[in-house]
């Protein structure tokens, strides 16, 4: 069933390329670039459908279980907003049109010397009739990169201004994971992208990766009272288990190691080998205790404006003092 | 999604020999589909390696080359069963690949490098490496041997490379992103003005443009009938393929071909020209006494290079 779906999906895709890119690419004299539009024309489709799965999937768990009623609608909102922006707009944008080039013309720079990265599925030729397995490993690598990318965005000053925008929302539900800076997003863009050149992800394997990744990323900021239990806890970040990263008394200063835990995207196992795991399974409010419920609520882009304040702050030079650390943004 | 992974899982198993077998390359699905050329059913799906595009037989017979673009690597396939003979791992980006008439030289250009790599077809040991303005395409051969003509899609232009030195003998442009090129009967040179809607005839001895013809939107790729006696041009922006005269170049005919037409060949008794459909990811078989579309076949996506074996 899900391969004919995916067949279906390529060729409505096939059918708007068609119909309405291809004659336009024409038109402009940009007839080069039709296979890596139609490509990630691909990814962005991807994007939609790993938004209506990761929605058809939470909200019924939402509706059944609740942790805390849905009062501040207008924060939702600018999740909301947020998913549609970034998701679909702006993260396939910035790994096109910065990403993808800068690859090319590493790897160019690279194989003109004789230079050749391979694959990790090169190294072990025996991967190469396992494309599952070689997938494995990578989501396996990408979440040990995501794992210490939140573990800096919470040690960092300058990090934390911008990440604390995703901590304000005291309202968690599906959406809530894309609520993040401009800034932060590209940095994630170019962290992933370029552990995804090193280790040598195939473009055509993103969209699978995407759709898992984004599903594992919604149902853990779901407003859903689930856990996975003792040893489901040990493979997969579940709603309880991010809900504690995310409580009132874990997410503020002074980052990551003073009360900090629960980092991991996927594989809860980063936290317990690194010491950040919390065995906690309780419920907790979620927010940050310093920033009230009308920073979640500001718009989209009050809010964005609102991340480069706190960067700014963050960045400004302190004067030394023995007292205790300042949150940015305050 | 089981399903999906179950598929691509047991699919590795190789198949026994067929007789009229069809191989195409899932550019996007790092995939090979071997298809059954009498029935017009997809048999298997194979994965290959990354970002396969193009393949084409050994001077020999005995191998068909595919070439993975992404994975820097030619993969011999056996050519009636398509099961997977050796890799050649560090051939940089092998997007199109060329074996000169004299079997002598063999050819790779990357358009993702913007290079072209010649080399000694006998042991595929590097000759010369050249840097090339953006995207280098499609490649002609001289009959003689002694020269490659390469299209630089992104310059608009084509370039002459002497094999033996490696030295460039001209680039002269001749027309919006220029892709297909291939030798004429008459020693001229035709070229696929994909950013048109024709086809440009080009001297071989300088690069001057003699003249265009008409073809149809996003002008493509060649492929010459066995008895000489029609060449068919695939249009990718307006879906069609055009037959045209060899000798004169004047269009015969025009037959519809869903899906953005790109490679084309023809079965074993010359009926039927199959051509891939980029962007509905499937197979287009057309009947060529009546130019009517006689069924497609579903593959996987971007289906790109294709070859029907002949049974053996």
């Not at chain 1, 990761?54 to 501040?72: F, Q």
């Not at chain 1, 604390?164 to 539900?173: A, P, W, Y």
């Not at chain 1, 407003?223 to 040893?231: K, M, Q, S, Y």
């Not at chain 2, 997007?95 to 790599?117: C, E, H, I, M, N």
Request: aromatic residues 10%.
């Amino acid at each position: 069933m899900i391969d004919d779906l995916l067949h279906r999906l390529g060729l409505l895709q096939g059918w708007i390329f068609e119909t309405a890119i291809l004659p336009l690419l024409y038109a402009f004299g940009l007839m080069d670039y039709a296979d890596d539009v139609f490509d990630w024309m691909w990814v962005m489709m991807f994007g939609g459908v790993a938004v209506i799965v990761a929605y058809l999937v939470c909200r019924p768990l939402e509706l059944w279980r609740p942790v805390e009623p849905r009062g501040d609608r207008k924060a939702i909102r600018t999740d909301v907003t947020y998913t549609l922006v970034h998701r679909l707009g702006l993260i396939p944008l910035i790994v096109f049109v910065i990403l993808a080039p800068a690859g090319y013309a590493i790897d160019r720079a690279l194989m003109f010397r004789g230079i050749m990265p391979e694959a990790i599925d090169q190294y072990v030729p025996a991967l190469a009739d396992w494309p599952l397995v070689t997938l494995a490993i990578y989501i396996v690598i990408l979440d040990f990169a995501e794992y210490w990318r939140h573990r800096l965005q919470h040690r960092l000053r300058w990090w934390w201004a911008l990440h604390s925008l995703h901590h304000d929302q005291r309202q968690m539900t599906l959406w809530t994971d894309d609520r993040n800076h401009i800034l932060d997003d590209v940095l994630q863009s170019v962290w992933l992208g370029a552990i995804a050149l090193l280790i040598g992800v195939e473009p055509a394997q993103f969209p699978v990766i995407i759709i898992l990744l984004r599903l594992v990323e919604s149902l853990s900021h779901a407003n859903v009272r689930l856990g996975f239990g003792r040893v489901g806890s040990w493979f997969l970040v579940s709603p309880q288990f991010h809900r504690v990263h995310h409580s009132l008394d874990h997410a503020g200063p002074p980052f990551d190691r003073a009360g900090g835990c629960n980092f991991a995207v996927i594989l809860p196992l980063w936290d317990m080998i690194f010491g950040t795991y919390k065995p906690d399974r309780s419920f907790p409010p979620t927010g940050i205790r310093s920033k009230t419920a009308r920073w979640a609520g500001l718009g989209y882009l009050q809010h964005q404006i609102e991340g480069f304040r706190r960067l700014f702050r963050a960045l400004k030079p302190r004067r030394r003092s023995p007292g205790p650390v300042v949150e940015p943004g305050e | 999604m089981l399903r999906l992974l179950a598929l691509l899982v047991t699919v590795a198993v190789p198949v026994s020999a067929l007789a009229n077998t069809v191989i195409v390359l899932n550019s996007d699905d790092d995939s090979m589909s071997v298809i059954s050329g009498s029935d017009r059913k997809e048999l298997s799906r194979v994965p290959i390696g990354r970002a396969p595009h193009h393949l084409m037989l050994t001077p020999d017979g005995q191998d068909l080359i595919v070439a993975n673009a992404g994975g820097n690597e030619l993969v011999f396939v056996d050519p009636s069963s398509g099961a997977i003979r050796r890799r050649l791992p560090k051939i940089a980006d092998p997007y199109q690949v060329g074996f000169s008439p004299d079997a002598k030289w063999f050819v790779t250009t990357s358009d993702r490098l913007d290079r072209v790599d010649i080399y000694d077809a006998a042991g595929f040991t590097l000759a010369h490496r050249l840097s090339m303005p953006r995207m280098p395409s499609h490649m002609a051969f001289a009959p003689d041997s002694s020269r490659v003509f390469i299209t630089l899609q992104a310059t608009d232009s084509v370039v002459a490379i002497d094999l033996a030195s490696g030295n460039v003998l001209w680039t002269q442009p001749v027309g919006p992103q220029p892709a297909g090129i291939w030798m004429t009967p008459a020693g001229t040179l035709v070229v696929g003005i994909m950013g048109s809607n024709h086809i440009a005839e080009v001297d071989p001895a300088d690069g001057h443009v003699i003249r265009t013809v008409e073809t149809g939107r996003g002008a493509h790729n060649f492929l010459a009938a066995p008895d000489g006696k029609a060449l068919y041009v695939s249009n990718r922006v307006a879906s069609t393929i055009s037959v045209l005269d060899p000798a004169t170049l004047s269009v015969v005919r025009t037959i519809s071909a869903p899906g953005g037409p790109d490679d084309m060949a023809f079965s074993p008794d010359g009926t039927e020209l199959w051509a891939t459909g980029r962007w509905r990811s499937q197979v287009d078989v057309i009947d060529l006494a009546t130019g009517a579309l006689k069924g497609t076949i579903p593959v996987g996506r971007s289906p790109h290079g294709i070859y029907v074996d002949a049974a053996r």
